[in-house]
């Protein structure tokens, strides 16, 4: 598995020191405001893990399901709901925990849907930002580092619903999915 890894470019170790930078200032930002964090399946889980231990406020978890990307390495622009917050949001400040945010497609749509549901307030944590990748406006509020335009995988990034193990962030050999 990590033959297939081209470079690193963020480790464990790297990791972590974002989630105590990024948990900190959120911390800072929702004291005594109770929000929900709401982890992105299936990326964001390692990161979720990790960001929520650095939060020393009260906070609720739950997840939602959306996909764009269906296997490939270049997200398809149509998003798919598959599986909805079971919390009720409304009047609530929720912050959307996010793998990466590339073309922004998935982010809009889940503002939207947030909007629908009449949060209180809603922003955005992503542990990786691609900024070249954009097709619609988008911004997080909290990034833990932004990424060139290549495909990477780990800690929770996949190819094909694998690598997604690797502790580390790296990108991809273009050979193994050019095959
Ligand atoms: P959009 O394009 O909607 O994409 O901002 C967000 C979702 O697309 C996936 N994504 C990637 N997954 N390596 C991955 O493993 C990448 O380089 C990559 N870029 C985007 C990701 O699931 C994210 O939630
Ligand atoms: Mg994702």
Do not use: W
Request: one cysteine or more; hydrophobic letters at 40%.
């Amino acid at each position: 598995m990590n033959n297939d890894i081209e470079r690193v470019l963020f480790s464990q170790e790297d990791i972590q020191e974002a989630c105590r930078r990024l948990g900190a200032q959120i911390s800072r930002d929702y004291e005594g405001k109770k929000p929900v964090v709401v982890g992105v399946l299936k990326g964001a889980i390692l990161f979720m893990v990790d960001l929520i231990k650095e939060m020393d406020i009260m906070t609720e978890v739950d997840f939602l399901d959306v996909s764009s990307y269906h296997g490939g390495v270049a997200s398809t622009g149509s998003i798919t709901l598959n599986r909805e917050i079971e919390t009720d949001i409304s009047g609530r400040h929720v912050i959307i925990v996010e793998d990466i945010i590339d073309t922004g497609l998935t982010l809009q749509y889940m503002l939207n849907y947030l909007n629908a549901h009449h949060v209180a307030s809603a922003k955005v944590c992503t542990l990786l930002d691609k900024p070249e990748g954009r097709k619609v406006t988008a911004k997080a509020d909290y990034v833990g580092f932004n990424v060139p335009n290549e495909f990477v995988v780990g800690y929770g990034l996949d190819y094909q619903e694998f690598y997604r193990n690797l502790p580390y962030v790296g990108v991809l050999k273009p050979d193994v999915y050019s095959e």
